[in-house]
């Protein structure tokens, strides 16, 4: 509740201070334009799914990518449509982020690098060697 309070609090000081510094006219442009873009974004968000999923099937995205781009689509969509300058720049990051995933844009997992050490290394990784120890339980029986 507290940070729904925040965010309501910084979007109204944003909204205000962008106002008045590029006036009245431009800020109900802004406004409208943002929300006919997330409209737009919004109804055409089946192709861009449909594209991802061209990208998974053809390898080019995991199923996380897939996912995480979807997501930040649509959620970038929502706060664009949202009427302020704190969503917009929100908005703004998450389509930034849902273009860097359908570009290619992965982190490298440390399992993939290859390592001097692990070329000649056979067996899987995720297997653990475990030693059992029997104790002498005989000896406990007889006491």
């Known amino acids: 509740m507290i940070y729904v309070l925040l965010f309501l ?5 944003l909204s205000l201070e962008v106002g008045s510094n590029i006036g009245f006219l431009w800020s109900v442009i802004w406004i409208v334009g943002t929300f006919i873009i997330g409209m737009g974004l919004i109804q055409n968000a089946h192709t861009t799914i449909a594209g991802n999923m061209q990208n998974l099937k053809a390898g ?3 199923m996380k990518s897939f996912h995480d781009s979807a997501t930040s689509y649509f959620l970038g969509a929502i706060l664009l449509i ?5 969503s917009d720049i929100l908005g703004l990051i998450a389509l930034l982020y849902t273009f860097y995933l359908q570009l290619g844009g992965t ?3 440390s399992k993939s690098k290859t390592n001097i050490n692990n070329l000649n290394k056979q067996g899987d990784d995720d297997v653990i060697d475990v030693e059992v120890i029997e104790s002498s ?3 406990n029986i007889n006491n």
């Open 137 to 139: 339980s005989r000896n």
């Open 60 to 62: 080019k995205l995991d």
């Open 107 to 109: 982190i490298p997992r």
């Open 82 to 86: 949202i009427p302020g300058v704190f």
């Open 9 to 13: 609090i910084l979007e109204l000081f």
